[in-house]
């Protein structure tokens, strides 16, 4: 298997307030690829989807507990350039309806970072990382 992630699906409770959330308060673009019983994002090299919640843990054969405001194990990190694009982003994505889990602050590790859910619970880290800058287009290297 290499080592590379093509696609996060993230199981959502109302797929529309999802998608508002996302487009109209984020100001993403969804792929024409999605319908009504899906959405996708591209993201750089990679892609977000939004699926209902029970459809998603049906399709992997589990049975959905139900619970949104339970930890999943899953947080999603969107890095940026700056404190101050943190701090932006931060407060954009608070406006959009997100429930700021933890404001952006200096950590332990020596970079910028806060934390923010969804209106489903899925967890965002926005951080500012020196040591894993960004390319033009925004792409991360880990090298």
């Known amino acids: 298997m290499q080592p590379r992630i093509s696609l996060v699906t993230l199981g959502v409770a109302d797929l529309p307030r999802a998608r508002r959330f996302y487009e109209q308060g984020l100001g ?5 690829a999605g319908n009504e019983n899906v959405a996708f994002y591209q993201l750089g090299g990679m892609a ?8 998603l843990a049906d399709d992997a054969h589990l049975t959905d507990a139900g619970d949104p405001a339970r930890f999943g194990g899953i947080t999603l990190a969107h890095n940026l350039r700056s404190k101050e694009e943190v701090d932006a982003l931060m ?5 959009a309806g997100a429930r700021i889990l933890k404001p ?3 950590v332990f590790w020596g970079g910028y970072s806060g934390y923010f859910a969804d209106p489903d619970g899925h ?5 500012w990382n020196p040591f894993f800058p960004l390319d033009e287009a925004g792409n991360l290297s880990l090298t």
């Open 48 to 55: 977000l989807g939004l699926y209902g919640r029970a459809a």
């Open 123 to 127: 967890l965002w880290e926005i951080a």
């Open 91 to 95: 407060a954009e994505a608070e406006q």
């Open 28 to 32: 993403w673009t969804p792929s024409p």
């Open 104 to 106: 952006a602050q200096d």
